[in-house]
């Protein structure tokens, strides 16, 4: 028999959900956002999974991550096929949403998201820090250079900043 997880993650906690290749539930709870309790709650369950779901979002790459490292066949599942597929429920809540994920992992209904390297996602960070940086340096330079016209004051051009 096959078992599929699916995960509705939380800044604060995640809904797991495990179910069979029938679709019944086995197991439903609540645990932690952090890898080791997410690991622990899987492990607990005692029967390997064929696939673990959770949905694109800001620490699904982190989790992805983690839940690899430990083993598990994560998949990080495009948002807007997540949506489309738990539009048809009634009551929209985290419990239900970790269900509608594991049966739509346990259809097929899904695309999956490339997950980025870390090493891509720190370049990434870096650049984009670096971007803002540079955009908040020009704006105090040119709201300096605004508030001295008022004393007749004119700046030249700075020299020796790289762009």
């Not at 309790?37 to 949905?55: C, D, N, T």
């Not at 997540?82 to 009551?91: F, P, Q």
């Amino acid at each position: 028999m096959d078992y599929f997880a699916g995960l509705d993650v939380s800044l604060e906690a995640v809904n797991v959900c495990i179910v069979d290749g029938d679709g019944s539930v086995l197991l439903e709870q609540k645990v932690g956002a952090e890898p080791q309790e997410i690991v622990a709650f899987l492990k607990e369950f005692g029967r390997p999974l064929k696939r673990v779901g959770l949905e694109a979002g800001p620490t699904s790459s982190w989790l992805f991550t983690e839940l690899r490292a430990a083993g598990y066949p994560a998949l990080c599942l495009e948002c807007r096929h997540v949506k489309a597929g738990l539009s048809a429920m009634r009551n929209k809540t985290d419990r239900n949403d970790a269900r509608g994920i594991a049966h739509l992992i346990r259809l097929g209904w899904f695309r999956v998201v490339h997950v980025k390297s870390d090493e891509a996602q720190q370049i990434r960070m870096l650049l984009v820090n670096r971007n803002l940086l540079l955009s908040k340096l020009q704006d105090i330079e040119n709201s300096v250079r605004g508030s001295l016209k008022v004393f007749g004051l004119r700046l030249g051009r700075q020299h020796c900043r790289d762009n």
